[in-house]
């Protein structure tokens, strides 16, 4: 359903029904009274600006005067709230934008669960693009910033992380998840953090840590490491492996450790926990 209809006795009944679900905001005006225009106005910018999160339905009393009637109307413009086919809350007059915002905040949920439900049915919809989970990834941060970093949303989170093959990140976000929230989804991202942990645990890298460790010396075998954890997106070990190395000398291998640990960085993107974290470390020893 539009979140933005003209009410009426044919589809009155499809309101009320719908209300059940979602709340609906009932706008009675008129054309002829500047103040009516005004509110209305008011409301379409709030219902355009909260797109989904309520159902603005207007009712036009010079063509609806049994609607009005029926919710007993006595001035104009008058706004009521229905949720589950009754009216809860309303004001007769204008209101400021605030004034209205402040009102549907004691009766609506949060406004980063509409968002977050949105994501939800991208996710359900099937195999999504890399670049469309990048983009779903961003949304998910700021959505679990307004959401005070509820469980529900780190678990989406971590499913968008580990289908983009970040690990480390989906390890971090499952690592914050409390014992009450450890439900059948958590326990099956942590049994698929482990097969992709497992994959990326391929004998050429197990034989490239060996040669490292048995020549700590040698830098372009540590280069030859790092870009290989970095291909399974080992991210975290692979930077870590190099800046133990720009912490003794920034210009290691005539810069060639720097250059590689900066195509990481780049790599991994800006939004990344991982690759914030070392690029903080990187300025610390730049500056």
């Not at 409390?178 to 050429?204: F, I, R």
């Amino acid at each position: 359903m539009d979140y933005l209809i003209n009410l009426t006795k044919d589809n009155i009944q499809h309101v009320v029904d719908t209300s059940m679900q979602k709340m609906v905001v009932l706008a009675f005006w008129t054309q002829q009274q500047p103040e009516s225009v005004q509110m209305l106005q008011t409301l379409e910018l709030l219902a355009n600006a909260q797109s989904g999160r309520f159902i603005l339905a207007k009712v036009d009393c010079e063509t609806e005067l049994e609607i009005a009637n029926y919710f007993q109307i006595q001035n104009l413009p008058t706004t009521l709230i229905l949720d589950k086919g009754r009216p809860i809350d309303g004001f007769a007059g204008v209101q400021s934008q605030e004034q209205i915002s402040d009102l549907l905040d004691k009766h609506l949920p949060p406004m980063w669960i509409q968002a977050f439900e949105d994501i939800k049915q991208q996710l359900a919809q099937g195999e999504l693009s890399s670049e469309a989970l990048t983009n779903i990834a961003e949304q998910l941060k700021t959505i679990y910033a307004d959401a005070q970093q509820a469980a529900e949303v780190a678990l989406v989170m971590t499913d968008v992380a580990l289908q983009l093959g970040l690990l480390a990140e989906a390890k971090v976000l499952l690592a914050r998840i409390g014992l009450a929230d450890q439900d059948s989804y958590y326990h099956n991202l942590v049994a698929k953090l482990a097969l992709a942990e497992d994959a990326a645990d391929t004998p050429e890298i197990r034989q490239l840590q060996q040669n490292v460790a048995e020549h700590p010396d040698d830098l372009d075998a540590v280069i030859i490491l790092a870009k290989a954890l970095n291909a399974a997106h080992r991210n975290e070990e692979a930077l870590e492996l190099l800046f133990t190395i720009l912490q003794k000398d920034l210009n290691a291998a005539e810069g060639k450790v720097k250059q590689v640990f900066m195509e990481i960085l780049t790599a991994i993107g800006q939004g990344n926990m991982i690759a914030n974290q070392y690029r903080r470390k990187l300025y610390t020893l730049l500056y």
